[in-house]
């Protein structure tokens, strides 16, 4: 039995570095599925802690939120590993050869597309700003929207906020 579609976050440090700079960053590995078959949202820094997390499970997409180095650092070797190809907006095709010259993306992400993983829909919402290819990934089923660093959080947790950051360009 695959057990019920959920939801696993792994949390992954390392460096982002970014014209000349070097910065210490935890990211978050979103992995979406069940028992059997999985997703893996934004494959950082650390490849076996990406493929631990994963275990035995089938990794049908390792999908890049957006190529900064910090989120993509890990996607060739876990793609590697597993077969698994790597999905990426082509906005953010310039940042992907900043981080790995030698390897494209397998396929293209686009605003709409629906990923299928254990039974659940994501939808692809291509969302410029952090990038210009950056995307989130809607999941109705377990009303969940993924995205980039942080902690879990709401929209109306956040709303207070929304004008602050707007301001500040964010």
């Not at 057990?3 to 990211?27: C, K, M, Q, Y």
């Not at 997409?61 to 990426?88: E, F, K, M, N, Q």
């Not at 095709?93 to 397998?106: E, F, I, N, S, T």
């Amino acid at each position: 039995m695959a057990g019920a579609p959920r939801i696993e976050h792994l949390v992954t440090s390392g460096t982002f570095s970014l014209d000349g700079g070097t910065w210490d960053v935890d990211n978050n590995v979103w992995i979406i599925g069940d028992d059997d078959e999985v997703v893996v949202i934004d494959a950082a820094h650390d490849s076996d802690a990406v493929l631990a997390a994963v275990g035995d499970r089938r990794l049908s997409a390792i999908v890049c939120t957006h190529a900064h180095d910090d989120h993509v650092r890990a996607a060739p070797d876990v793609a590697l590993a597993t077969g698994a190809p790597v999905l990426l907006h082509p906005d953010d095709q310039v940042l992907w050869k900043m981080a790995h010259p030698g390897r494209r993306p397998d396929r293209p992400l686009a605003d709409g597309d629906v990923l299928t993983v254990a039974g659940l829909g994501l939808r692809v919402l291509h969302t410029p700003g952090h990038a210009p290819g950056a995307v989130c990934l809607y999941a109705p089923d377990l009303g969940a929207l993924l995205s980039g660093h942080g902690e879990t959080t709401t929209v109306e947790a956040e709303a207070p906020h929304l004008e602050e950051w707007a301001a500040r360009g964010w």
